[in-house]
Nanobody
Framework: QVQLTESGGGLVQPGDSLKLSCAASGSSLDSYDIGWFRQAPGKEREGVGCITINDVTQYYTGSVKGRFTISKDNAKNTVNLQMNSLKPEDTATYYC????????????????WGQGTQVTVST
């Protein structure tokens, strides 16, 4: 069983960059596809993207394509979400999640979740 911990959130201005990290413990990330999700107040949780055990990335939210990049650091057992050109509409709590099955844009495809990290983009 894997435990996930997100970090790196904060308050930034529009146009800024931020890197979120998802650190795994209890198991190697090599056994899971790792997804990133976000949830804004009053909205449903939406899939941002995912990285497979073979380091193939998928992005599910059209608005983040070209701005967000998911990568894996095997040495640190960590998956990162690099977010550039941030917009106010990116404001949300960001979660990473692990799936022993396959990447999916649907939250119910993941068995393990971190506690989330808040990202606020505002002037």
């Amino acid at each position: 069983q894997v435990q996930l911990t997100e970090s790196g959130g904060g308050l930034v201005q529009p146009g800024d960059s931020l890197k979120l990290s998802c650190a795994a413990s209890g198991s190697s990330l090599d056994s899971y596809d790792i997804g990133w999700f976000r949830q804004a107040p009053g909205k449903e949780r939406e899939g941002v993207g995912c990285i497979t055990i073979n380091d193939v990335t998928q992005y599910y939210t059209g608005s983040v394509k070209g701005r967000f990049t998911i990568s894996k650091d095997n040495a640190k057992n960590t998956v990162n979400l690099q977010m550039n050109s941030l917009k106010p509409e990116d404001t949300a709590t960001y979660y990473c999640a692990a799936s022993p099955y396959a990447c999916s844009a649907n939250w119910y495809g993941y068995d393990y979740w971190g506690q989330g990290t808040q990202v606020t983009v505002s002037t």
